[in-house]
């Protein structure tokens, strides 16, 4: 168990709904990242979010957002979605998230699978 | 062309054999290179992490980075079926935003 706890474990919906996922980041980690996970794609990186602050952007799509609360837990808002959303949606959190000439490892948390019917 | 590339297998060995995982990169400015693993139905978990080139060791595993080629390894000896699972190389520059190797699938036969 990696301390990263994530909800719903399983969402199925329709297209063009809009869904919330949760992330509860470790004791202590300031950082969390989201990824995605599908079957040709790999795991891509979404976001990242610093002590509420967004730090770096990846892949992500302008129907897709996100935040980090005060309390470090954050939310991955997916709207308008199409069949192809539908993928295993990872959190990661880390100690810090500072760019610099540093290790920090990410730990992530179990899923959220995602079905778009 | 893809930053990372990494052979997505499956890849069946006996228990007992030796495996090694690879995955080429065209990014000269990675420096960080990890190792995860991951089971059916679960994150990603940390299994190495090497800075920069050379050869890490932790028990059964070894990570070899070779930046001059831009190929990196992962070797495991003695393999488990316990060792069953998928295994995705991450690369970083230094931020915190890593590459992801879309995995190599690895089934250990007892």
């Known amino acids: 168990d990696s301390g990263v706890t994530q909800t719903p474990k399983h969402l199925i919906t329709a297209t063009g709904q809009r869904v919330t996922l949760r992330c509860s980041p470790r004791?202590?980690?300031?950082?969390v990242y989201w990824y995605q996970q599908s079957l040709d794609q790999g795991l891509q990186f979404l976001i990242q979010?610093?002590?509420?602050?967004?730090?770096a952007k990846g892949n992500i799509l302008e129907r897709f957002s996100a935040q980090q609360f005060p309390d470090l837990h954050s939310e991955l808002n997916l709207s308008s979605l199409e069949l192809g959303d539908s993928a295993l949606y990872f959190c990661?959190?880390?100690?810090?998230?500072?760019?610099?000439?540093?290790?920090?490892?990410?730990?992530f948390g179990p899923g959220t699978r995602l079905t778009v019917l | 062309q893809k930053e990372v590339e990494q052979d997505p297998g499956p890849l069946s060995v006996p228990e007992g054999a030796i495996v090694s995982l690879n995955c080429t990169y065209s990014n000269s400015a990675f420096q960080y290179f990890m190792w995860y693993r991951q089971y059916s139905r679960k994150g990603p978990e940390l299994l190495m992490y090497t800075y920069s080139s050379g050869n890490k060791e932790d028990g059964r595993f070894t990570a070899q980075v070779d930046k001059s080629s831009k190929y990196i390894s992962l070797f495991i000896r003695d393999s488990q079926p316990s060792d069953s699972a998928t295994y995705l190389c991450a690369l970083g520059t230094g931020t915190y935003k890593y590459i992801f190797g879309t995995g190599t699938r690895l089934k250990v036969l007892a």
């Open positions: 004791s202590g980690d300031l950082s």
């Open positions: 990661a959190s880390s100690v810090t998230g500072l760019a610099g000439r540093s290790y920090n490892e990410q730990f």
């Open positions: 979010y610093y002590n509420g602050e967004e730090r």
